[in-house]
């Protein structure tokens, strides 16, 4: 079993930055993917960016490519998603994910843990 506790979140203008962290705890060796998802009220769970173990590759969404950074500290088992020049349409409730299966952390249907979830609001 796998344990994940985001935190970081909370109010910012347009144009500001937050760092959110992902404490991971229990059996992640066998992970295959990491990574943030969001959800904002009415849509579907979108993936943000997400880090391959095996490649040690990125992948970013679109809409926060060049904004948005994904890093992780092995050391304290904690993944991290930088987040800056912050729109309003980066307002959704964020969730750290650990992905098990081949197929990655492409879609959130794909994903097999995840946090409880901390909030990024973004006026503007």
């Known amino acids: 079993q796998v344990q994940l506790v985001d935190s970081g979140g909370g109010s910012v203008q347009a144009g500001g930055s937050l760092r959110l962290s992902c404490v991971a705890s229990?059996?992640?060796?066998?992970?295959?993917?990491m990574g943030w998802f969001r959800q904002a009220p009415g849509k579907e769970r979108e993936r943000v960016a997400s880090?391959?173990?095996?490649?040690?590759?990125?992948v970013y969404a679109d809409s926060v490519e060049g904004r948005f950074t994904i890093s992780q500290d092995n050391a304290k088992n904690t993944l991290y998603l930088q987040m800056n020049s912050l729109k309003p349409e980066d307002t959704a409730m964020y969730y750290c994910?650990?992905?098990?299966?081949?197929?990655?952390?492409?879609?959130?249907?794909?994903?097999?843990?995840w946090g409880q979830g901390t909030q990024v609001t973004v006026s503007s």
């Open positions: 994910a650990i992905s098990v299966r081949s197929g990655g952390c492409s879609y959130w249907r794909n994903i097999n843990y």
């Open positions: 880090f391959y173990t095996a490649a040690r590759d990125t």
């Open positions: 229990g059996n992640t060796a066998s992970s295959v993917c």
